[in-house]
């Protein structure tokens, strides 16, 4: 999955926004279970993907509350 700037987040669609945090989510989640079952996993990417997640969050709630 490839990490987008926050000006390219502000551009997309409220569906493509949601989307992404469904994607996202599935990613961590997906890092949570590889590391409970100890694989190799790059630990960084836990804390790329919960900051991409908060960013997404914010702007989704954003378009929320504009309307």
Known sequence: MILMRINEIRNLSKEEIE???HEVKK???ELKFKQATRQTIKTHLF???KRFLAQLLTIENNYQTQK
Do not use: V
Request: cysteine-free.
């Open 27 to 29: 990613e961590l989640f």
């Open 19 to 21: 989307k992404k945090i």
């Open 47 to 49: 804390k790329r993907y």
